[in-house]
């Protein structure tokens, strides 16, 4: 039950009260939030400084080399970029609508954005990290939303108006509000 934190009995505007009475609720085991004093690199000095990230995870960090805080996890982010490439030779090859090559992009700036958080624990990279995946949300769905259409109404074009306003105000809100 290593999995399971009791909350603590503090009920407060930000937080709703069935979370936060006492309630024992399941956590990931492998995300922690960044506690900077607890940071014990294996590698005194590493390339890119302390990490200044709001969250770490369950490697040790600069355990290979000091260039690169989570070996594994930027690792396992590089396939995305070979999947963006590959899908985009397709795209190209079997000539498919544009919508099919921004989902392969949106893919491959994951990957990128993913490796940078990963291999530097800067907020920076989080940033890149973190937005990269709900713009890439946003451009799947606009994919799926384009299947059903056939013919050009308003509702058609409005639809990537209102997508990119959602990934402007959510970038807005998750820059000003990085504690959330």
């Not at 990279?125 to 949300?137: K, N, V």
Request: include cysteine; proline fraction near 5%; charge should be positive.
């Amino acid at each position: 039950f290593a999995h399971l934190r009791r909350l603590p009995k503090v009920c407060s505007k930000t937080q709703s009260c069935a979370f936060s009475c006492g309630i024992m609720v399941a956590t990931d085991p492998f995300y922690h939030k960044h506690v900077p004093e607890s940071h014990d690199p294996m590698i005194s000095d590493p390339f890119w400084g302390p990490s200044s990230s709001s969250v770490d995870w369950c490697e040790k960090n600069y355990a290979h080399t000091r260039y690169v805080a989570e070996m594994w996890n930027t690792l396992s982010s590089i396939p995305l970029i070979f999947v963006c490439f590959y899908g985009l030779y397709k795209c190209h090859k079997y000539k498919l609508e544009w919508r099919f090559r921004m989902c392969y992009i949106a893919l491959g700036v994951v990957g990128v954005g993913s490796s940078a958080f990963h291999a530097t624990l800067q907020k920076a990279g989080q940033a890149s990290d973190e937005l990269a995946m709900i713009y890439t949300g946003i451009v799947f769905l606009h994919s799926a939303f384009e299947l059903e259409q056939r013919r050009r109404t308003w509702s058609s074009m409005m639809a990537p108006l209102l997508e990119a306003a959602y990934a402007a105000l959510f970038t807005l809100a998750y820059l000003q509000y990085p504690e959330l």
